[in-house]
């Protein structure tokens, strides 16, 4: 704090800090003292609505984008990327913190005899919640995993299994997911999945996930558009040749992301709502793209190519000198 500094003064200098750097350098002193001249004689804090208005004022000026139709593609591209980015992130964090264990093996064993009576051909465990399967290489949720001999005892008989569960207080429903016959059952955070050859005891999909999903794609939105907003800024003070280039830096990251982006939306985010609904239920699971290493290298490099980018629009020379920073106001 500076000293000498009213403490109003002080507090309008704090909500300030809503506006950009580059305003704030060259406007600020103007601002502060509109804020200090439309106050009260020995005013010691800022009204509500005054308070309000500044910080308003502050985010609008930082979401403003540069005047050109390349801007608004731009943000509306990033936005879009910022948000998909974020409901994954947000879905991950959801499993990942608030899903519970799996029944044990006894548990687990009394729930199938409880629809199947007889013997299984094989019984695989994976605690993991997302994980890879040994044997065949493909992404899958962690569960318990019944297979039955379809040659010896025939195919399951799901209408029977699923009314057993029913009857023992199960929340029941048809299966919809591609090429598969049964239903689900879910009873607390327990999920069973059947089909005519095999039973999945998993967990349920955890409630935080539809929140943190939407949080996620709300915070990556804006992340997204403030990039650009800012990015904009700064190479409005740059060279010709170094705005083309942050710009071709950045249009060639962002067409890298686009198979990922493409692979998110149709697969893995509505995965994490239900993953029984999504194309290939069954052997799809979060982040599961980035498991092929030619999509994972490309991906990365138009990580690489958009970190690149805005670290070049930070740091490139200025084209003409900038103003000084106005004494009394953060930086």
């Not at 005047?67 to 936005?79: C, L, V």
């Not at 064993?109 to 094989?122: H, L, Q, T």
Request: with cysteine; charged share 20%; net charge positive.
């Amino acid at each position: 704090m500076e000293p000498g500094m009213t403490p109003l003064a002080k507090r309008f200098r704090l909500l300030l800090l809503a506006f950009p750097r580059h305003y704030r350098r060259s406007r600020g002193a103007e601002m502060l003292t509109t804020l200090l001249d439309g106050s009260l004689p020995g005013q010691r804090r800022p009204t509500m609505r005054s308070a309000l208005s500044v910080v308003w004022s502050g985010i609008r000026c930082r979401f403003r984008l540069r005047p050109g139709k390349f801007s608004r593609i731009a943000a509306a591209a990033t936005a879009l990327a910022g948000a998909v980015f974020g409901a994954v992130l947000g879905t991950w964090v959801a499993w990942n913190w608030t899903a519970g264990p799996l029944p044990s093996d006894a548990q687990a064993d009394a729930i199938a005899r409880s629809m199947v009576r007889y013997e299984p051909y094989s019984r695989e465990r994976y605690d993991f919640r997302f994980g890879t399967d040994p044997r065949l290489g493909q992404e899958m949720p962690g569960g318990v995993w019944y297979t039955y001999d379809e040659d010896e005892h025939g195919p399951i008989q799901t209408e029977q299994a699923l009314q057993a569960l029913r009857a023992n207080g199960w929340a029941v429903s048809p299966a919809n997911c591609r090429n598969c016959v049964g239903g689900i059952a879910v009873k607390g955070d327990v999920r069973v999945t059947l089909t005519r050859w095999s039973l999945v005891i998993s967990r349920e999909t955890p409630a935080a996930v539809p929140w943190l999903m939407a949080i996620g794609a709300l915070l990556g939105t804006f992340g997204g558009w403030l990039l650009i907003a800012r990015i904009g800024r700064l190479l409005a003070r740059r060279t010709p040749w170094q705005k083309t280039a942050v710009s071709a830096g950045a249009a060639a990251g962002f067409l890298a992301l686009l198979p990922c982006l493409y692979y998110t939306v149709g697969w893995n985010i509505l995965y994490y709502i239900a993953w029984d609904f999504s194309p290939d239920g069954f052997s799809r699971a979060p982040f599961w793209i980035l498991s092929w290493e030619p999509l994972r290298n490309v991906t990365f490099a138009g990580l690489a190519a958009i970190l690149l980018a805005v670290a070049a629009a930070e740091l490139a020379p200025l084209d003409r000198q900038v103003a000084p920073p106005v004494r009394g106001l953060p930086e």
